[in-house]
């Protein structure tokens, strides 16, 4: 279905409710809807009813969890989650889900927890190490951090980004030149990542570097993102 405006979308919404009463598609749009609108209230039982006729339908948890914390009920959304993992230890989304939701919160400590167990259930899990290593470079815990992104690039040497966050936290905690040579090695890798441009361009200019190369470098990101 397109939406338009939002009139238009409440109106053929209203049209889809009447004529299939309870179609958990039409009440996970309406939730949807109530969300954007910030009638909480209203989405968060919309999302409660489709999480107990829809277990197995991840949507309507995610959905209820933004709902909390768009409502500033951050803790109510970590409890949930926590109650959900207390009955399916094993489910991995879930567990992603209250990680990202503590990291929103600043509690890093219990993020790391869920990424660490992530890890220990999917060794190989490029995505884990990268969230883990960011909550490691927010916490300020460099080594670590360091320590998940070389994890990443021994899992996957040929993409950009996992070079590119270890070059970030490098660059943070004081190691720049290690931090260009990583950025360098990301840009070979996607020469046309406007952000990598720019943090080759900033780290040549900030270690004495060629400041010709970090102009034409910045020139190159402004016309890659204006393409």
């Known amino acids: 279905m397109h939406l338009g405006s939002s009139t ?6 209203a049209v889809l409710d009447k004529a299939s009463p309870g179609d958990p598609e039409v009440q996970l749009q309406l939730a949807a809807m109530d969300l954007h609108d910030k009638k909480f209230r209203n989405a968060e039982g919309r999302f409660r009813t489709l999480l107990q006729t829809r277990p197995g339908d991840g949507r309507p948890l995610a959905g209820l969890v933004e709902t909390l914390v768009a ?10 989650l926590q109650d959900v993992l207390k009955r399916a230890p094993n489910a991995i989304a879930v567990r992603g889900l209250l990680a990202r939701t503590a990291v929103q919160s ?10 660490q167990q992530i890890l220990s259930a999917s060794p190989n899990s490029l995505q884990a190490d990268l969230d883990l290593g960011n909550v490691f470079q927010l916490k300020r815990d460099y080594p670590s951090a360091v320590s998940c992104f070389q994890k990443a690039i021994a899992l996957a040497p040929n993409a950009a ?7 970030g936290v490098l660059s943070e905690s004081g190691r720049k030149a290690e931090a260009l040579e ?5 840009l070979k890798l996607e020469p046309g990542n406007s952000t990598i441009l720019n943090d080759v361009a900033y780290l ?3 270690t004495g570097g060629d400041l010709d190369e970090a102009l034409n470098l910045a020139q190159k990101a402004r016309q890659t993102d204006a393409n």
């Open 161 to 167: 980004t996992p070079w590119a966050l270890l070059g």
């Open 182 to 186: 990583n950025f360098r090695h990301a």
């Open 204 to 206: 040549i200019a900030d």
């Open 106 to 115: 600043g509690k890093f400590d219990l993020a790391i927890e869920q990424y």
């Open 71 to 80: 409502d500033n009920r951050t803790g109510q959304a970590i409890s949930l």
């Open 8 to 13: 238009q979308a409440h109106t053929e919404l």
